[in-house]
């Protein structure tokens, strides 16, 4: 996941009118990345830092993936923050669904069983660990219309 982001970041920068140059010798090896859903997007990487503004729909319709587990159906991406460095990381999805918070967590634990996932319903929550041994948690809750939620893995490297 984390390196989907850092291949985002690279498309961004170069992609990105309000890029800045920098020098990756002076050691800051940190990636951050903030999308939101209107598909505003900043970036720090180690060669640049910047702004970009992704194409209409890009973070809505965007493909969304945990080892093989799709988005919810008509759920949509409405935000994006992945802070990374060299022990490791974290990647914080946000997203709405149409459905109510139990529909939603369920339908994410019974994708992750046939996928061969270990993950768990705990509270308003479904909590599980990536074939890779990434712990995740998706905490989902009501909305005004269905659902909302977080996505947020955690990456040991």
């Keep these: 996941m984390i390196r989907t982001a ?18 990756p010798a002076d050691g800051d090896e940190n990636v951050t990345i903030k999308a939101d859903e209107n598909g505003q997007v900043t970036f720090n990487v180690p060669f640049a830092s910047g702004t970009v503004k992704l ?11 945990i080892d093989g587990v799709k988005m919810v159906p008509g759920g949509t991406i409405s935000g994006l923050n992945v802070d990374a460095g060299d022990k490791g990381g ?22 992750f069983k046939d996928k061969g996932v270990d993950a768990a319903i705990a509270g308003d929550s479904v909590t599980g660990k990536t074939k ?9 809750t009501s909305a005004a219309q269905g659902s909302q939620g977080t996505i947020k893995i955690q990456d040991k490297d």
């Design 6 to 23: 850092l291949l985002l970041a690279g498309v961004a920068t170069l992609a990105a009118c309000n890029a800045h140059h920098k020098n």
């Design 55 to 65: 194409p209409e729909g890009m973070m809505k319709n965007g493909d969304f993936d």
């Design 90 to 111: 974290t990647v914080d999805i946000a997203f709405k669904a149409p459905g109510s918070p139990d529909d939603v967590r369920s339908y994410f634990a019974s994708q």
């Design 132 to 140: 890779d041994g990434d712990p995740f948690v998706i905490t989902v």
